[in-house]
C-alpha cells in the first residue's frame, strides 16, 4: 500500500502530543488506535486508554491536544478526534465535535480549570526530568559531591536525551533556557540553598519514580485491554545509563 503523506503527517504530529500524567507521547504509548484519510482529506483518528475509567480530565485533554495537533496540519480539510471504550466517550467525544472546550464539554463536572491541570502535570514532568539529567551526572562525575549541584548550569550537562527533555520540559513549564540557568530549582524556578538541596532531589525522584511506575502499569493493561496494541507501543526511554526497572527502582530509593 502507497503511504498516504497526510496521514504519516499525522501521526508526526501525534508525538507531540504527550499523556498529561505519565509524560510519554500518545504513539509511544500506544493510545493511537487508528489514523485514517477519506478521499475529501478528512482526518479521522482514533484513541484508546488503558481501561475506561481512566480520569476524564486526562482523557479529554489527550483528545482535545490530539485535535489541536491535527488541526494544523495544512491538506487536511477536517479533523475528527474519536475516543473509544471509555465511560465518558460520548460526553468528550460530543464535546470535541462541537469544539466546546473543557467546561463546555463537562459543564458544573469540570472539577479543575483546564489550564491549571496543565500546569500541574508539567510541574511534575518538569520535576522528574530535572531529577533523571542530575542523577545521570552524578553517575557520570562520581566525584560530584550531591551539594555541588547548587552550582551545576544548564551549560554543565552532555548532549543527551536527558538534558534534552529537561529543556523541553523548562521550556513548556516557563523556564529559562540560557546556558548559565541553574539546573536544580523549586517549583517556581528559584535556585536552591546548598542545605535545601536533599530534599528537593528526593521529592523529584520520588514524582520520576511514580511516573516511570505508572507509566510501566499503563502499559501493561493497555495490552491486556488491546493485545494487539503491543506493536504500537514504542519502549521507554530508560535511563541509558543503567536501565531502570521501576519495583527495583523504587525499591533502591527508599532504601
Known sequence: ???????????????GVYDPELDEPITDLGFVRSVEADAARRLTVHLRLPTSFCSPNFAYLMASDAKDALSSLP??????????????SEIINRGLAADAGYRGTFGAEAERDL????????????AAAMERALTRLLRARPDLPEVALHDVVLAD??????????????????????????????????PLPPEDIPVRLRFARAVRISIDGNAHFCRGLLRTRYPDSTT?????????????????????NVS
Open 1 to 15: 500500500m502507497t503511504p498516504d503523506p497526510l496521514t504519516d503527517a499525522a501521526r508526526r504530529a501525534l508525538d
Open 75 to 88: 491538506g487536511a480539510t477536517a479533523v475528527v478526534v474519536v475516543l473509544d471504550d471509555h465511560h465518558d
Open 115 to 126: 489550564e491549571e491541570l496543565r500546569r500541574t502535570f508539567r510541574r511534575k514532568a518538569h
Open 157 to 190: 550537562l552532555p548532549d543527551d536525551d536527558a538534558t534534552r527533555a529537561l529543556l523541553r520540559r523548562r521550556a513548556a513549564y516557563g523556564l529559562g533556557l540560557a546556558p548559565t540557568d541553574p539546573v536544580l530549582v523549586d517549583d517556581d524556578g528559584r
Open 232 to 252: 504500537d507501543q514504542a519502549p521507554r526511554p530508560w535511563d541509558a545509563t543503567r536501565p531502570v526497572d521501576p519495583v527495583n527502582s523504587l525499591k533502591e
